[in-house]
């Protein structure tokens, strides 16, 4: 099977910018995660997505970010405007349940100058 | 709320083996391990689901101690393969409350 594809890989853009990450997740999967990851540290939960409610989004810093996912099956993550400290590791996954295994992508690498 | 997980980092030779816990200060309902390479994704190693569970998939085995809250990660006759960051996530609260706690993972390092 097709695994969880993210895009980009790698995006470098101006404190004070829009930036938007994609997520497809796996064929079937209803559960969908953004993560937020810094070296050296786990994966931090942005939203979780059952289909396309969100069902978890306590830690969206929402002055600043946003998410959706239409038609419970692609997803997007927007942070506007970006600050230095978003510089992060930014991982999609998703599991055919919530206490299935996760299948991560390979995330999108974002440096904010 | 975070799982603490030690040690941070370990180095072996090839052949030896490792453990790596993971201790939650609430109780725990499931467990899953990961394993991370440097700039790939985290891949998913076992999931636990009850205490007293105890899994394994070649040399890669976990167990789950429901009443100390801990879960353990056993690697034996560590492979180079092996390397990487390891990560457990942790179930703290059931159905609706689910969410899924990672730690700040273990580096291992296998030397040849």
């Known amino acids: 099977e097709a695994g969880v594809v993210q895009s980009p890989r790698y995006k470098i853009i101006e404190k004070k910018q829009p930036v938007a990450f994609w997520c497809n997740p796996i064929s079937g999967h209803n559960t969908l995660y953004w993560y937020l990851q810094n070296l050296g540290q786990g994966p931090e939960l942005l939203i979780r997505?059952?289909?396309?409610?969100?069902?978890?989004d306590s830690q969206l810093p929402k002055d600043r970010f946003s998410a959706e996912r239409l038609k419970g099956v692609d997803s997007t993550l927007k942070i506007q405007p970006a600050e230095l400290g978003d510089s992060a590791v930014y991982l999609c996954?998703?599991?055919?349940?919530?206490?299935?295994?996760?299948?991560f992508g390979n995330g999108t690498r974002l440096t904010v100058t | 709320q975070q799982p603490v997980q030690s040690p941070q980092a370990v180095i072996l030779r090839e052949g030896e083996d490792a453990v790596i816990n993971c201790s939650s200060s609430k109780a725990l309902y499931s467990v899953h391990w990961y394993r991370q390479k440097h700039g790939e994704a985290p891949v998913f190693l076992m999931i636990l689901l009850k205490g007293g569970e105890q899994k394994g998939h070649d040399k890669i085995s976990a167990s789950f101690n429901e009443k100390k809250q801990q879960s353990s990660l056993y690697l034996t006759a560590s492979q180079l393969s092996y390397s990487g960051t390891y990560f457990c996530?942790?179930?703290?609260?059931?159905?609706?409350?689910?969410?899924?706690?990672w730690g700040a993972g273990t580096k291992l390092i296998i030397k040849p």
């Open positions: 996530g942790t179930e703290t609260a059931k159905d609706s409350n689910y969410q899924l706690i």
């Open positions: 996954a998703s599991s055919l349940t919530p206490r299935s295994p996760l299948h």
């Open positions: 997505y059952e289909n396309e409610e969100a069902v978890d």
